[in-house]
């Protein structure tokens, strides 16, 4: 297997409700692609917690806020940041999940939940973070991508 | 001509191809075990699960993917091009529903008032939609308590307010099924109204289109004109005599421990207006109407849910007239 991306990245609060574009390159055409992906801290509890679940309620349940629970009940918070995948052909799926730690296969013919199987080209190919929610002063996230060369390529 | 039947469907699914406890297998086999005839599969993000469910018949499968963003969830179905969902921005929406429709796709708003981020990450509808007309439906009861639930009552009025202002959205029930673990209501679902005594994909997405569905808690009830118009269709204006169809025979199959009372049916029209309120008895009964002209009339079943009065049991779509 050859390593074709290996990035860590530390993403802030500012950056919530964006997408972190992580561009690489397959050198060859592959029959097998491997994403490992983690992430953390997952979560947050506690009184800054309590306070955000409150500020969420208070924002969207508006005058209905005290037909809901108490804000002690959405809690831990969690911190949640999915991958998709483009292939040099098109969007190839997403991980929408809130497991922080994920392995990730694609062959031809086979492929992860939430992924699409197919041919995998050399070429420009693209992964994406997508940060839904980012509750923590900070979060680290790591990703590794390997490749392995297609044996009639 | 083929009759209008009605089935028993869930509009909103998902699978461990993003965040549901299901296989597609179980979720199959789950919802065959429902009495649901048909689903659409909606997981966030992906369509993967597809492959597996299209060739299923019982229930059958419309594909589709819930648009997971940062502002919203979109249940988007049987697009023939993927429509990128990652750079949807609260202003640009109808932008991607045109492009959704370009690609002979259909768009819903799932569950517009749920907690946002960071409780259920972009739960909460904030695009601004200038054409509403580009919206197909709007699930006006999301998961299983469709009638006790402030979210769902925001819902309704939002749809309410949308008809006034002459747009046709099909309302629906999506139970944003992932398990089914904490099911409430059971028998909770969108009732499609599709030609012919076989539901296909194809009359599932036609139904939506036509604005031919009935939200329920279990009983599916409808109405019929005395010239055989129906939900979702354009009707002239003035005397009309309508038949209204209740049928619980689906919940008593179901076996379900929830019961369920019909006591009132009530249509409703333009500005929230009751004009018409009889007491339910029976599975068919009549009464007559006098309509008038770019109104919409959309029927209710009212009772009892497990001995509680005052409960919603089921909202039709509405018949609309034509403008004078
Ligand atoms: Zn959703
Ligand atoms: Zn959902």
């Known amino acids: 297997m050859t390593t074709v991306l290996e990035t860590e990245l530390r993403v802030l609060p500012e950056q919530e409700k964006t997408n972190l574009i992580l561009p690489f390159t397959l050198p060859f055409d592959a029959q097998k692609l491997q994403i490992t992906y983690t992430y953390a801290p997952k979560i947050l509890d506690g009184a800054p917690a309590c306070e955000k679940a409150e500020a969420c309620l208070c924002r969207d349940a508006g005058e209905y806020r005290d037909t809901y629970p108490e804000a002690a009940d959405y809690l831990p918070l969690k911190n949640l940041i999915t991958l998709s995948l483009d292939a040099p052909d098109g969007y190839r799926g997403c991980a929408h999940r809130q497991a922080p730690q994920q392995i990730h296969i694609l062959t031809e013919n086979t492929a992860s939940p939430g992924f699409l199987p197919g041919k995998m080209q050399k070429g420009a190919w693209r992964l994406m973070l997508h940060v839904h929610a980012l509750v923590t002063d900070f979060c680290v996230c790591h990703v590794k991508i390997e490749a392995q060369e297609a044996e009639n390529g | ?76 179905l049987d697009c023939s091009a993927y429509v990128d969902w990652r750079d949807a921005s609260v202003d640009g929406i109808d932008e991607k529903l045109r492009q959704i429709h370009a690609c002979g796709g259909l768009a819903g708003v799932a569950h517009p008032f749920q907690l946002g981020t960071p409780i259920c990450t972009g739960g909460y509808w904030e695009y601004r939609v200038r054409d509403w007309s580009l919206v197909d439906y709007l699930e006006i009861w999301s998961e299983g308590s469709p009638y006790l639930n402030t979210s769902n009552r925001r819902a309704i009025a939002l749809w309410g307010s949308l008809l006034d202002r002459g747009y046709r959205i099909a309302p629906t029930f999506g139970r944003d099924w992932h398990r089914t673990a904490g099911n409430k209501l059971i028998s909770a679902c969108t009732y499609l109204g599709c030609m012919g005594e076989t539901l296909t994909p194809a009359g599932m997405k036609t139904a939506l289109q036509s604005g031919k569905t009935v939200v329920s808690a279990g009983p599916l009830f409808y109405f019929k004109t005395e010239r055989g118009e129906t939900v979702g269709d354009v009707i002239p204006a003035g005397r009309s005599d309508w038949r209204f169809v209740t049928d619980c025979s689906r919940v008593a199959r179901m076996q379900t421990e929830n019961t369920f009372v019909p006591k009132e049916i009530r249509v409703y029209t333009n500005g929230g207006r009751m004009c018409l309120c009889l007491p339910a008895e029976g599975e068919r009964q009549t009464a007559t109407l006098d309509l008038e002209p770019a109104h919409w009339y959309r029927a209710e079943l009212w009772g009892e849910t497990d001995g509680q009065g005052g409960c919603q049991l089921a909202v039709t779509a509405p018949i609309y007239t034509q403008h004078p």
């Open chain 2, 1 to 76: 001509m083929a009759d209008l039947h009605w089935f028993p469907c869930e509009l909103h699914c998902h699978t461990l191809h993003s965040d549901g406890d299901f296989s597609v297998a179980e979720l199959l086999q789950t919802a065959h075990e429902r009495l649901l005839d048909g689903i659409c599969l909606t997981d966030h993000n992906t369509t993967a699960g597809l492959a597996e469910a299209s060739c299923s018949r019982a229930p059958v499968v419309l594909g589709g993917m819930e648009w997971t963003t940062y502002f919203g969830h979109m249940p988007v």
